[in-house]
């Protein structure tokens, strides 16, 4: 069974550089293509991007001047970097697992919460 | 302000057939699959359906999903106390260039 496990600092300056990783266990990471998806409670649901090893990453225009993903074969991991937050960043981000690069999310992490505040 | 539309609750009684709708554009459900959500309060999101009608494995049979043009559903029969959580509506979106998601509807079992 996939699992999936995000780690990274809880608590982010404004202005500063939001970094979060998603350790992948019970596959390989180059069999699948990930995603990082935040959820608030005023604005719900957002996908932020995806990547798989070997591709370009695919992130939401939204957020794409911001946002930096990339993926690390040998620690069986991915990473997500996030620039120049505000407290509007403030969120949990989840990691998730897509079956094909054009499926949806066939698993989550358990998520965690950052917080962007002085 | 989400891209695919979705009532903010539903409710029903045990046993009961609930369904609770999605609604979208051709950008969107128009022209790609749905997938489906179910969060458990303080508990991360789970696929209940995919490719707008299919039941992953372990998911009970009780639950169903369709489309049809721009809108899709999911139904929920036989309605247990543990079905109680949040629903939302996930699919590609052709035009923006990313996930899309439904603002989640809370399903409360009466």
């Known amino acids: 069974q996939v699992q999936l496990q995000e780690s990274g600092p809880g608590l982010v300056k404004p202005s500063e550089t939001l970094s979060l990783t998603c350790n992948v266990s019970g596959a390989s990471i180059s069999s699948y293509y990930w995603s990082w998806i935040r959820q608030t409670p005023d604005k719900g649901l957002e996908w932020i991007g995806q990547?798989?090893?070997?591709?370009?990453?695919n992130y939401n225009p939204s957020l794409k001047s911001r946002v930096t993903m990339s993926v690390d074969t040998s620690m069986n991991q991915f990473s997500l970097r996030l620039n120049s937050v505000t407290a509007a960043d403030t969120a949990k981000y989840y990691c998730a697992r897509h079956q094909g690069a054009a499926s949806g999310w066939y698993g989550w992490g358990h998520g965690t919460l950052v917080i962007v505040s002085s | 302000q989400s891209v695919l539309t979705q009532p903010p609750s539903a409710s029903g009684t045990p046993g009961q057939r609930v369904t609770i709708s999605c609604s979208g554009s051709?950008?969107?459900?128009?022209?790609?699959?749905v997938y489906w959500y179910q969060q458990l309060p303080g508990a991360a999101p789970k696929l209940v359906i995919y490719?707008?009608?299919d039941r992953p494995s372990g998911v009970p049979d009780r639950f169903s999903g369709s489309k049809s043009g721009t809108s899709a559903s999911l139904a929920i029969s036989g309605l247990r106390s543990e079905d109680e959580a949040d629903y939302y509506c996930a699919a590609w979106d052709d035009s923006l260039s990313a996930w899309v998601f439904g603002g989640g509807a809370k399903l409360t079992v009466l």
């Open positions: 990547i798989n090893d070997s591709g370009s990453p």
């Open positions: 051709n950008s969107n459900i128009g022209n790609n699959h």
């Open positions: 490719r707008s009608n």
